[in-house]
């Protein structure tokens, strides 16, 4: 592993991660997931480089440090899949949790809608609000099928 | 009462919406009727007695000629004329007074959300609710028009109903129709969030319906499950509305009769359907029909049917005596045996397992027997008139003895108790059931001698106005080891239940070639059309219960069937 330093005396390893593979969130989102058996230190290392230092709550073998280093990639990976998951699934799940929202909304003086008196004073047959136009025709472009 | 004569005029194939429960959405090609054929069509149900006229869609006022068409029909003579709508367009005032000028009577609002988060996300467009709101504020104004609203309960809104149905209250609306989803289109693309589980509707319904009731609303139903309206039957819809439903798919419903493929059947669909329960009877009966062997026919001989013979039936021939036309008016001697010319009856039925047949005396059951070239397994028989002589004999020869005779008429119960030929069938009409109360010794003595059915037909209708529950009426007899035929054991506890097959009316069979789709419709809904109540589930019975009629769910209640839950 190139972008791991291993250093045994300071009980710590370093690695080296390139920003444009992933990204900082995902670093850190990684890092988060040792907080319980390690001392977390981030560093700039360079123009688009994060340098991470986990140095072991207690004493580590050079063994241990070395699959601490490879729990880390690994941690790396599941944080990247799980970004990616997510950004893919945005909108399904704000729509279930929108729909689980709605259905529970009581219904308050201030969630009545206004009274549209300047609908009223519109002309009908010049049809301002696109009210006479069918679905297809207003919102069939943004139709993601 | 007569039927009040309607026309449903859809107007165009254009929507501005897109309701998520839309089970039209695959008709929906952006296409407007011409003017010309709509006024054709108006002027013709005028000429045919039509009385209301219904202008609907697609959403009928995206036509561009609505006003023009509200205005010709009320000139032409249209007493009332309804629309059904989303109701956006009348949220410009000019166009709901211009509207109401123009005779408009009614308008039905579809709405499904007491806000706009709820009913925009259903519609599938952002404004819709303030734009419908605004259409039913405008029309109130009017003074002219009957806005009344639709509400498709659906996975999304239906813990929301009382609040929907009090907001719509408070803005003056005294008259909804709460529908069920229909499992087509989008609804059924949709399927996860719009069909809901039914416990749950029925923990919400009754709170919505007695508190919107409370404020003098007006509520019916449309294809709601019986079983949602626990406590509520008065709003079961009118079985009889099933015949829309068979007229809506007509032509789909004729091409499985010719042997194509229901393209819908699918026990998932079938599950959310209303009509489900009618498609897996005439399923039942087209199977029969393929080896022609029946498990139960009814013959009633005083039955008129409007034709017979090889040609559909016309709604213009004058009846005719199916009975007369099928077997000999006459003697059995002269008779000749049904050619297909006459008949397709006996091309279709090769061979039954019981046969009901309905008379009004012996001898009417003596001479018609003959004549159907059938030898049923079993026959049962009931009369109008006090046989003389022992009914149970073979009606012709090949035949066994009568399973059971009876009638729902005292006087022939009296003879035949005092006959003592065999089986009694109390056909439980009012004055049947009084007879058996009246008769307690003699049922006592011998109870498993009395065969206890609910009547067919009329006798169904008059026994649910009459309030004859068959379980109280029978309370006296309780303890009783009866014989109950087609009806939830719960009823009556110490009966001995039988569900038999329902006979089939020969009628159905013998108008043409194949089943006659109107006379099955009204055969259903007279004897197969049945339903539970949720509470059902827990019964250790319920897979060999047939169900309660829905009239007589509608007369007496759910509440009558009480689930055995343990033994």
């Known amino acids: 592993m190139e972008n791991v330093e291993i250093d045994s005396r300071g009980n710590r390893i370093g690695l080296l991660l390139d920003e444009k593979i992933y990204p900082r969130e995902v670093s850190l989102a990684a890092a988060y997931r040792f907080i319980d058996r390690c001392y977390v230190r981030l560093e700039r290392a360079g123009r688009g480089q994060l340098l991470i230092w986990l140095k072991g709550k207690r004493k580590l073998s050079a063994k241990a440090l070395e699959a601490l280093a490879g729990d880390y990639d690994n941690e790396l990976l599941q944080q990247l899949m799980r970004q990616q998951v997510a950004a893919r699934t945005t909108g399904i799940r704000e729509a279930i949790v929108g729909r689980a929202l709605m259905s529970a909304e009581p219904w308050t003086e201030e969630t009545e809608p206004n009274k549209t008196n300047e609908i009223a004073e519109l002309d009908y047959t010049e049809d301002p609000l696109g009210i006479a136009v069918p679905w297809e025709e207003k919102y069939g472009g943004q139709e993601e099928d | ?567």
């Open chain 2, 1 to 567: 009462m007569a039927e009040e004569k309607r026309l449903w005029l859809r107007l165009n194939r254009s929507c501005n919406n897109r309701c998520a429960f839309c089970h039209d959405a695959l008709g929906h090609d952006g296409s407007m009727r011409p003017i010309k054929e709509l006024r054709k069509a108006i002027k013709e149900s005028l000429e045919d007695g039509g009385e209301r006229l219904i202008l609907s869609g697609g959403e009928p006022t995206l036509h561009p000629d609505f006003l023009k068409l509200v205005d010709y029909a009320r000139e032409q003579g249209f007493g009332w004329i309804q629309t059904v709508t989303n109701g956006r367009m009348f949220a410009y005032a000019e166009f709901a007074q211009r509207a109401a000028s123009a005779g408009l009577s009614e308008a039905t609002f579809s709405m499904h959300g007491h806000h706009a988060a709820l009913h925009d996300n259903l519609v599938g467009v952002p404004g819709a609710f303030a734009q419908s709101l605004a259409g039913i504020q405008n029309l109130l104004e009017t003074g002219q028009v009957v806005v009344n609203i639709d509400v498709v309960l659906n996975s999304l809104n239906i813990d929301s109903l009382p609040d929907i149905l009090s907001f719509f209250i408070k803005e003056g609306i005294f008259e909804f129709d709460l529908l069920y989803p229909v499992p087509f289109g989008r609804a059924w693309e949709n399927k996860e969030s719009i069909f809901f589980d039914p416990a749950r509707a029925a923990r919400v319904l009754p709170k919505a319906i007695e508190q919107a009731q409370g404020s003098g609303a007006v509520l019916w139903t449309n294809r709601l499950p019986p079983e949602l309206l626990e406590g509520h039957e008065d709003l079961i819809q009118d079985p009889y509305k099933l015949h829309d439903e068979i007229r809506g798919r007509r032509a789909e419903l004729e091409r499985w009769l010719e042997g194509e493929p229901l393209p819908c059947r699918e026990p998932d669909r079938c599950r959310h359907c209303f009509v489900s329960g009618f498609c897996n009877s005439l399923e039942d009966i087209l199977n029969q029909t393929k080896t022609g062997q029946f498990s139960a026919l009814g013959l009633d001989t005083k039955n008129e049917v409007p034709s017979n013979g090889t040609s559909p039936p016309s709604r213009t021939s004058p009846p005719q005596n199916w009975v007369q036309s099928w077997v000999p008016p006459t003697s059995q001697s002269t008779w000749v045996p049904p050619t297909s010319q006459s008949t397709s009856l006996d091309a279709l039925v090769k061979g039954v397992q019981r046969l009901e047949i309905h008379a009004g005396s012996l001898e009417e059951a003596r001479a018609v027997a003959p004549g159907l070239g059938l030898i049923p397994e079993t026959w049962v028989l009931s009369l109008d008139e006090a046989p003389t002589e022992d009914p149970f004999a073979p009606l012709a020869e090949g035949w066994p003895k009568a399973e059971r005779v009876g009638s729902q008429n005292p006087a022939v119960l009296d003879a035949l108790l005092r006959g003592n030929w065999g089986p009694i069938w109390v056909l439980l009409e009012a004055d049947a059931a009084a007879w058996m109360r009246s008769e307690k010794d003699k049922v006592m003595a011998d109870p498993g001698n009395f065969w206890v059915q609910t009547p067919r037909f009329s006798g169904l209708s008059a026994l649910c106005q009459r309030g004859v529950q068959p379980g109280m009426a029978l309370k006296p007899l309780g303890g009783q080891p009866l014989h109950l035929v087609n009806l939830p054991a719960c009823l009556l506890p110490d009966a001995k239940t039988h569900w038999e097959a329902p006979a089939l009316p020969v009628e159905v069979l013998a108008q043409t070639t194949r089943i006659d789709l109107d006379l099955f419709a009204k055969h259903f809904i007279c004897t197969l059309h049945r339903c539970f109540s949720l509470r059902c589930k827990s019964c250790n019975l319920r897979e060999l219960c047939g169900g309660l009629p829905v009239d007589m769910a509608k007369a007496f209640g759910l509440s009558i069937l009480k689930p055995f839950s343990s033994g």
